[in-house]
């Protein structure tokens, strides 16, 4: 999952605000500011080696002499140089003049280049240039890279130099997103150039540097408070770019400086340009072949520029972090808690919308923590389990609660009324409650044809067959019209109650209300069965078959309702001493009418 993980820590980095990377300074002219005011860069290029006769690189040395004296006398803080001297050239004069011009600044950051390894590597900067290595306070438990094959500049260059500093790019999945700020040497550890220029700005207190392994780089500002740099347990810090190439910094073409120096009326302008500023010197002539990274904002981005973001990412203390482990928790542990408590209340029409509005809300909480807090909170491990947490529910719906509900409503399904079965379908939840045992005060209702087992004696089967499919079928439709639960048939016989689905609770007063429209629904059932009786005893007579009258008795009153079968035969139905009254008043009704208890 990490290349996907970092894919979407890219796309945050494209849709962050531009005031969430360059610190609180305002523009000079009081708008929102769009560059850096503290960092810019000086880039060689094509130009001046045509123009201004330096031919193809490397240039002669006394040129980068002449520009330290330039940044010198122009009043920059440091120059942070990404052009490595590690070799002598044939001319001494030119090592001599960039050395003294070094010496004479000393503003000037030079960089060293080395392969990484394992543990602390070799000893060369130990031995060679032990004043620029940085001294911290170890603690915790931790990876933090070793120097190997190393690259050092100019022994003279070591001398001179305000500092050095590493300028190794790192990429994990393609892209330049994380870097070790440190390496481990004998004798100490080799700090990023742009951490060297950092300290060095914040006149930080080389006693306060620690290092928590796994966790973070602290160290104490001369005039603010702690600086605190988090790094993962690999040593390595997130880089938090400011945005594309050239759009947050500065460039200075050196061909564009040289030409305004040349003019008087332009060269205070143009030296004021570098006061108080950190200057990357850089090379882009094309025939130096430059370096180019991915980033989370472009495929090909020459890698000097990345040091700009490192150093303004630690001057304005914008760090980047992992998510904590409270977070973590929060990330992975909530959104399948919303999915779950949505499978718990409905269906798919529930579960599906509850997993958009909470992928919606995830996402835009990556993007805003990212923005406010800078935190780098998981997104493919929480959406990957969101989304198989989704199909893990739909399917233990479908085959758990589903299933119960269809094997419910294929047993019961045509003796339920209507509006229970759309209760069912919105509320799954209710068939549990329906199957399950319990008592409740309903109406039941008991019907059957006077005199029908002497009729069954003298006609035929078929004839038998006929009537009660012609009866029954009418009177089951009756019943699920006005609401009922048709419980059974019994020969002739046919036995419903009222009530059972709708909720319960809300006081004596709503509970006499659901029994007195439950009743009154249970009368008008009968009246209707005996009105579609005489429809059908004159359809009969047509035929020249004889008439039948039916008895209905009807009853109000506590009994036991639930599945009161076994996992052989589900038996949906209702038992007790009420339901026995309600038949002997169905016995003791006169054909063709109905009789009522008391209470009903």
């Not at 605190?228 to 347990?233: A, D, F, L």
């Not at 029409?349 to 992928?359: A, G």
């Not at 969101?386 to 085959?399: E, I, S, Y």
């Amino acid at each position: 999952l990490e290349p996907i993980e970092f894919k979407a820590v890219d796309m945050r980095f494209k849709r962050r605000p531009l005031a969430a990377v360059l610190g609180p300074v305002p523009a000079p002219d009081g708008s929102a500011q769009t560059v850096s005011n503290s960092i810019v860069a000086l880039d060689y290029d094509n130009k001046a080696s045509s123009e201004l006769g330096l031919g193809r690189w490397p240039w002669d040395r006394r040129v980068h002499a002449q520009v330290f004296d330039m940044l010198k006398k122009a009043g920059a803080r440091s120059v942070l140089v990404d052009i490595v001297f590690d070799h002598p050239v044939k001319d001494p004069a030119e090592d001599k003049a960039m050395i003294e011009a070094t010496r004479q600044a000393g503003i000037v950051i030079l960089p060293v280049v080395f392969k990484e390894v394992d543990g602390s590597g070799t000893d060369e900067f130990f031995t060679k240039a032990p004043r620029h290595l940085m001294h911290a306070e170890v603690e915790g438990f931790g990876y933090i890279p070793g120097v190997g094959e190393l690259s050092l500049p100019l022994p003279g260059l070591i001398d001179a130099a305000a500092g050095l500093g590493h300028i190794q790019s790192t990429t994990i999945s393609g892209a330049m997103r994380r870097t070790p700020l440190l390496y481990a040497t004998k004798g100490g550890f080799v700090p990023s150039m742009a951490l060297v220029a950092a300290l060095r700005d914040l006149e930080v207190d080389p006693s306060s540097i620690r290092l928590e392994r796994g966790e973070a780089i602290r160290f104490k500002p001369r005039l603010s408070d702690e600086v605190v740099i988090p790094i993962n347990k690999r040593g390595r810090v997130w880089i938090n770019y400011a945005g594309e190439w050239g759009k947050r910094f500065v460039h200075y073409p050196y061909s564009w400086v040289q030409a305004q120096l040349k003019s008087p009326a332009h060269r205070e302008r143009v030296l004021s340009l570098f006061k108080d500023k950190h200057v990357l010197l850089s090379n882009l002539t094309t025939v130096s072949g430059s370096d180019v990274i991915a980033t989370p904002f472009e495929d090909e981005f020459p890698t000097s520029e990345a040091y700009l973001h490192i150093l303004n990412m630690i001057l304005t203390k914008q760090f980047l972090r992992n998510a904590t482990t409270g977070e973590l928790v929060v990330c992975y542990g909530l959104p399948i808690a919303l999915l779950t408590a949505s499978a718990l209340a409905g269906g798919p029409t529930i579960i599906i919308p509850t997993f958009l509005v909470v992928t919606g809300i995830y996402t835009f909480t990556l993007q805003h923590m990212f923005n406010t807090q800078s935190a780098v909170l998981p997104a493919a491990g929480p959406l990957l389990s969101l989304t198989l947490g989704l199909v893990f529910l739909l399917l233990t719906r479908f085959f758990i609660v589903d299933r119960e509900r269809v094997r419910f409503q294929s047993v019961l399904g045509t003796c339920l009324p209507p509006h229970t079965l759309k209760i069912i379908r919105d509320s799954p939840g209710m068939v549990a409650t329906l199957l399950a045992g319990h008592s409740r005060e309903l109406v039941i209702l008991f019907a059957d044809i006077k005199g029908f087992s002497v009729f069954c004696k003298k006609a035929d089967a078929l004839q038998i067959q006929r009537v009660l499919r012609d009866y029954l079928t009418a009177m089951t439709a009756i019943i699920l019209e006005h609401g009922g639960t048709l419980d059974k048939y019994m020969g002739d016989g046919i036995m419903a109650f009222y009530g059972d689905a709708e909720p319960e609770g809300g006081g004596e007063a709503m509970e006499e209300d659901r029994v007195e429209r439950n009743a009154a629904s249970a009368v008008r059932t009968a009246l209707a069965m005996q009105k579609k009786m005489a429809e059908l005893n004159a359809s009969w007579m047509s035929l020249g078959q004889e008439p039948h009258l039916i008895r209905i008795g009807i009853n109000t009153g506590t009994v036991t309702v639930g599945n009161l079968g076994t996992e052989y035969l589900m038996d949906y139905t209702v038992i007790g001493p009420e339901v026995n009254k309600a038949q002997r008043l169905e016995s003791a009704a006169e054909p063709g009418g109905i009789l009522l208890a008391r209470r009903t």
